[in-house]
């Protein structure tokens, strides 16, 4: 686990479209996400999920499985303890400056700048954030850090 920048005693989880595609598809790391979403629930806390990471996991997933599956997770999804939140202009100038700095998706920056607004956590697997490792806190869904 990185435990640099944004790390709390309690810091908000940030969910990656990466995590919850591991998540549904049970890929390496599943059950990890599954006991931190319990964990999550048990508190009457929510995770964060931003539009933008929401619209990623949707087509990957209607990629893979067609759009009937797609559908049926995004019900599943709304069952999870995952608040959505909106992108506002502010949102979108920050994830264009990260994608600007860095070697990274333009929907990861916008997991990226939630994560630095709001200090939090990112829970995923995907190599792409090896870049930012030094700017948001990361926890890795597999024993080593991807890359």
Known sequence: MNTKPNETTNPKV??????LVSLFHREEGWEQVQRILRQISATGEKALLCR???GEFYYIVRRRVGKRKAEE????????????????????KEAA??????????????CIAVAMRVKGRIITNDPEFRAVQDR????????????
């Open 97 to 110: 400056e990260i994608k600007a700095d860095h070697a990274v998706a333009y929907a990861d920056a916008f």
């Open 14 to 19: 940030i969910l990656d479209s990466f995590a």
């Open 136 to 147: 948001v806190c990361i926890l890795w869904l597999s024993e080593q850090a991807p890359g």
């Open 73 to 92: 997770a995004l019900a599943l999804l709304e069952q999870l303890p995952v608040e959505i939140l909106s992108v506002d202009d502010d949102l979108v």
């Open 52 to 54: 933008i990471n929401w």
